[in-house]
């Protein structure tokens, strides 16, 4: 059984930033990857950002050029570096850790972003 707890969710203005953070617990023998998804309202959820193998990293078209996303493997923790907001990164923001490729991983129950002046 995995545990994610994410944090660092809060409202901000636009062109501001938000550093998200997200620490895993519970049997996590090895990590795959470890990513960001997010839900708007009356939205499905979708991709962010995921780094694999703790070093590669790959960004939807959204997040491309704003976010950065890192890892620090030996403490099972990921980022999410936000900069330039904007009202539609408006969102509930959620961890996501795969244990092997092409598993639905575990989930955290989501940090909310509000971007709004």
């Known amino acids: 059984q995995v545990q994610l707890v994410e944090s660092g969710g809060g409202l901000v203005q636009p062109g501001g930033s938000l550093r998200l953070s997200c620490s895993a617990s519970?049997?996590?023998?090895?990590?795959?990857?470890m990513g960001w998804y997010r839900q708007a309202p009356g939205k499905e959820r979708e991709w962010v950002a995921t780094v694999i193998g703790g070093r590669n990293t790959y960004y939807a078209e959204s997040a491309e050029g704003r976010f950065t996303i890192s890892s620090n493997s030996a403490k099972k923790e990921v980022y999410l570096q936000m900069n330039s907001l904007k009202p539609d990164d408006t969102a509930v923001y959620y961890c996501n850790l795969k244990r092997i490729k092409g598993d639905e991983g575990s989930w955290g129950q989501g940090t909310q972003v509000t971007v709004s002046s």
């Open positions: 519970g049997f996590v023998r090895s990590i795959y990857s």
